[in-house]
Structure formats: C-alpha cells, structure tokens
C-alpha cells in the first residue's frame, strides 16, 4: 500500500514555544491530507482538512491561528502548534487519499510532549 | 449525521480461534468503508477498503463484508494469531465528503 511519512516521531518542547511536524506521502500525490489528534485510550479527532494550494478547513473547536496547516506540494502538509502549552501535548497522526480509490492512508504518528 | 458503532469494545480469544469484529452505521449513503488496525502508540495501517459497490474484500486471513442496506459491516480473521492484537477500527466514508468517520473501535486479545 501507499506509504505515509511524519516526522519527527517525538518531540519534546517547552511551553510557550512552536513546533513543526511533517506529513509527506512517499509514493503518490496526495490531493487531501487530514490532520487528527488522539489522547490516551480515545478515538482519532479529525482537526482539519487540507488541499494542496488553497486555505486548510478546521473542524469545529479548533484554533487555528494556534494550529497552522500548510498544504505546499501534492506530498507535503506541514502543521505548526504555535505557543505550545502543556494541554496540547498528544499523538498527532495525518492522512492522505489520492484518486480513483480514496483510500486514506496513515502516517505514524507523532508524540508531542509540552513541558 | 452519520455515527459508526463497533461491537463488542473488547474480546479476549484463545490463538487459533476464528473470530468477527462488528461494525455498524447510521445513514447507508456512503462513499466506502475501511478497517483499520492500531498498535499502542502508533498510526493506523490499512486493512480492507471496501467501496459502495462492492460486497466483501479478501486479504490474506482477513475477509470484510459490506451490506451497505443494513448499514453493517463485519471483519472475518481466521486462526487469530497473538500478533493479531491491536485496536480494530472501521471508518466509513460519507458520500459526498472526503473526511472518514470512525467507530470507537474493538481491542482484540490474542492468547497464546
């Protein structure tokens, strides 16, 4: 199957500060890639979607001057947590899907700590 | 709204037993529905996409059925093996929408 990339896989930060995190699709163009979050024992919560070249589209509650989303190529989507605080500490995991089949395909996560 | 229910939450079984994993959902316009598998501490890796068209998919001992009529799915995985043991969970595609909405999920225990 497709193969989804994050990096990095953990980031430790200080509050206050911002923190970038990579979503690359490897081997295929990616015309939507999705951003979740997941805490301890829950569900995936879809944070936002993005498309290539235009303004990323936040779920309802999510802040986004505080969650930045930037979808520059059809392989990478970047999303920058800006003025980290300690809540914001979590497993954040992306997507991608790509024409015909729209199959979503998942990178591995990545841990963020806020100390 | 659509909602995605998995049953049971949890299962326990014993290695080598055959075993289905439940998953229903609400409104039956959708797009296609995947099964996913999680590892603690990892993201999800794709099992079975099946689109609206279609009746059931097949990979190795893994076999997933649609009726999309009933709003039901079932995962089928023959002779469980203890590296089976992860979180399961279906998701269903909307029609209409490129977002995918997930069932809570269904822990699976394989005992050696």
């Known amino acids: 199957g497709a193969v989804v990339s994050q990096h990095p896989s953990r980031v430790i930060c200080k509050s206050g500060t911002s923190v970038k995190i990579e979503c690359r699709s490897l081997d295929f163009q990616a015309t939507t890639m999705f951003w979740y979050r997941q805490f301890p024992k829950q569900s995936l919560m879809l944070m936002a979607t993005s498309n290539e070249g235009s303004k990323a589209t936040y779920e309802q509650g999510v802040e986004k001057d505080k969650f930045l989303i930037n979808h520059a190529s059809l392989t990478l989507s970047t999303l920058t947590v800006t003025s980290a605080h300690p809540e914001d500490s979590s497993f954040y995991i992306c997507?991608?899907?790509?024409?015909?089949?729209?199959?979503?395909?998942f990178g591995p996560g990545t841990r963020l700590t806020v100390t | 709204k659509q909602e995605v229910t998995q049953i049971p939450a949890a299962l326990s079984v014993p290695e080598g037993e055959n075993l289905v994993l439940n998953c229903s959902f609400t409104d039956s316009a959708i797009y296609n529905l995947q099964w996913f598998r999680q590892d603690p501490g990892k993201g999800l890796t794709s099992l079975l996409l099946?689109?609206?068209?279609?009746r059931e998919q097949t990979s190795g001992r893994l076999n997933a059925s649609l009726d999309k009529s009933s709003g039901r799915s079932t995962l089928y995985i023959a002779a469980s093996q203890p590296g089976d043991s992860a979180t399961y969970l279906c998701?269903?595609?909307?029609?209409?929408?490129?977002?995918?909405?997930f069932g809570k999920g269904t822990k699976l225990t394989v005992n050696p």
């Open positions: 998701a269903v595609r909307p029609g209409g929408s490129e977002k995918l909405v």
């Open positions: 099946i689109q609206s068209s279609q």
């Open positions: 997507s991608a899907i790509t024409p015909p089949s729209y199959e979503q395909y």
